[in-house]
């Protein structure tokens, strides 16, 4: 291991104490010797980042000032911040968001939902996060990144839609035998049941993979990257239900990427088979300095006027809290929308749901109720944003920075 020697060069420390009880002064002589030696030999020719690349010099600066605090000015993962999730060492290798160059550039600027790591795009030009892409591969284990194999679908400038036949989401029996993965450029893709429109999976890191997984009939994709965020929740059926009636039943009838914007057009029937309205849904990431996330967007256009309830993913609970912002109630107070959060922090992060507000909208258990006319489409957007580190000014300044993103 390359960090093997510092980590000896702080055991030393403990044999100049212990030597303190030895009463022989040669003995004394040769531990200092050896632990001077032994010093030396750390913090010179075998400081790692005397190989440090000349072109590398400027970003291990911007990375002591920005990264050092989690992951160690070595990369090692021996930050002075404490995490409960603890930032990786990247000498250890085994990236889950990839290695190569595009992989780290992504995971830099658009942060990983769910943990401490944030986003740096807003906040650090592109050529500088490339930089300190390259400056995580050095700091890795070395060896070549892993390229993609030839079966692996990969997102690039724009978004990717599969249908298919997928293996059984994690902790389940049953296989996705209808399902849509969508993938988006910033290396987030989403899983929808195709039958019913939930959203089952958001995941981070590479698309899909083409491989056959068993040869079970349909055709076999392999969601890539891991599982950041399982919205299911099994008591609902669909995400939609006409007030105080059943469940509605969504039809997909098309998917679409068109300017850069994955959709998914449905309809939605009730029990009697009657169309009530049609949806077009577009998942996508959020990112801040403060957290990232992600959230969906709708348009939903009625046959008639309706009162709908609506349940969002993931869905408020019992326990949302209404955030409160310098004494007054923020509900609706700013344009990004309805806010709610949970709290204490819940395993892996500060949950701050945001719901646009709507005219005439009100909050039932775990949805929203909304009444839909022929006059006019309804757009709205819910989402949820894992703060890095909770509190209500960084729940304010995180959305300050979606709005502004939004513009
Ligand atoms: C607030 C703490 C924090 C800061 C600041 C931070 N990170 Fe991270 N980072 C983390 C944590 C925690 C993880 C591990 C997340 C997980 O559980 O996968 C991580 C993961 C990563 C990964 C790993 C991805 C993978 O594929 O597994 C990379 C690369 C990374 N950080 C680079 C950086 C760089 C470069 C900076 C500075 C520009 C930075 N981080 C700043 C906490 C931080």
């Known amino acids: 291991m390359r960090w093997g020697r510092l980590r000896r060069g702080k055991d030393r420390g ?142 690039k400038d724009r978004p990717l839609i599969v249908r298919g036949h997928f293996p059984a989401l994690d902790g389940e029996e049953d296989d996705v035998v209808r399902g849509l993965l969508i993938g988006d450029p910033s290396g987030m893709s989403f899983q929808y049941a195709s039958d019913n429109l939930r959203l089952l999976s958001v995941r981070l890191g590479g698309f899909v993979d083409r491989a056959d997984w068993g040869g079970r009939g349909g055709s076999p994709l392999r969601p890539l990257g891991r599982s950041i965020y399982t919205p299911r929740d099994l008591l609902r059926p669909t995400a939609w239900r006409l007030a105080n009636e059943g469940y509605l039943r969504p039809r997909l009838r098309a998917t679409s990427t068109t300017r850069g914007v994955a959709k998914i057009e449905y309809e939605l029937f009730d029990a009697a088979g009657v169309l009530v309205a049609r949806c077009v849904e577009a998942p996508r990431m959020l990112s801040t300095s403060l957290g990232s996330g992600y959230a969906v967007s709708y348009q939903l256009t009625a046959g008639a006027t309706r009162a709908l309830t609506f349940y969002p993913y993931p869905s408020p609970t019992s326990q949302s809290w209404t955030l409160n912002h310098g004494g007054a109630e923020f509900t609706g107070s700013l344009t990004t929308g309805h806010v709610s959060c949970k709290r204490p922090m819940e395993s892996p992060g500060n949950e701050l749901r945001i719901m646009t507000p709507l005219p005439g909208m009100s909050a039932v258990e775990r949805g929203f109720e909304m009444i839909v006319s022929p006059e006019e489409p309804v757009l709205f957007e819910a989402g949820v944003l894992f703060l890095t580190e909770w509190s209500d000014e960084n729940a304010v300044r995180a959305l300050k920075e979606l709005q502004h993103g939004n513009k």
């Open 14 to 155: 403990d044999d100049v104490r212990g030597s303190g009880i030895d009463s022989s002064p040669a003995m004394k002589i040769s531990t200092l010797l050896s632990a001077l030696l032994m010093a030396g030999t750390a913090f010179s020719s075998q400081d790692p980042l005397a190989d440090l690349p000349e072109d590398l010099k400027a970003a291990h600066v911007t990375f002591v000032e920005l990264c050092a605090s989690c992951h160690g000015v070595l990369g090692d993962g021996k930050g002075t911040t404490e995490l409960d999730r603890p930032a990786r060492s990247f000498a250890d290798g085994g990236f889950s968001f990839g290695n190569t160059k595009e992989a780290l550039f992504r995971t830099l600027k658009s942060g990983i939902p769910g943990t401490p790591m944030p986003a740096f795009g807003g906040q650090v030009p592109d050529e500088r996060l490339e930089e300190l892409a390259r400056l995580v591969q050095f700091l890795g284990p070395g060896g070549e990144p892993e390229p993609p194999k030839g079966t692996e679908l990969i997102v």
